[in-house]
């Protein structure tokens, strides 16, 4: 009589199937902590290097005083502000209004159906007049953000 000591398989051993599935929680463990990690340390990357800035005295950019606008109708016509200027007047009436400033910003705007090269020379008469930041203004779209 004898007795079989091993499972019911002809060879005495059972075969195991491979487990086909990915545990995935180590991987999303891990993926949080490098969230957490990269959440903390990405805005002290933005600041850049720390310095201690020196004090002044120095005014303040004049960033937050009104530009002045310079209009042209389809006429030719030049208005400074709601004032009609001629074109000789321009750059005197300019300095008086930015207090002899030449970085005061100063806005061109024309009429769609004025000269380019209309705009240009009164561009070039401010500029020539000292003025450094001057910029030309368009109509924006409707559906552009404001």
């Known amino acids: 009589m004898g007795m079989s000591a091993g499972g019911g398989s002809p060879r005495g051993r059972r075969r195991h199937r491979m487990a086909s599935e990915i545990n995935v929680t180590p991987m999303v463990d891990v993926m949080l902590v490098l969230l957490i990690i990269f959440m903390v340390t990405a805005p002290m990357m933005t600041s850049g290097v720390n310095v201690d800035l020196p004090k002044t005295d120095a005014s303040p950019l004049n960033a937050d005083t009104k530009p002045i606008t310079v209009s042209m109708k389809a006429d030719g016509s030049l208005y400074l502000g709601d004032d009609q200027v001629s074109a000789d007047q321009l750059v005197d009436k300019l300095r008086e209004l930015s207090q002899n400033d030449p970085a005061h910003r100063v806005f061109v ?38």
């Open 109 to 146: 705007r024309a009429d769609a159906h004025v000269n380019y090269g209309e705009v240009m020379e009164v561009m070039g008469r401010i500029t020539s007049g000292g003025f450094t930041h001057v910029a030309l203004l368009a109509q924006q779209p409707p559906s552009a953000p404001q």
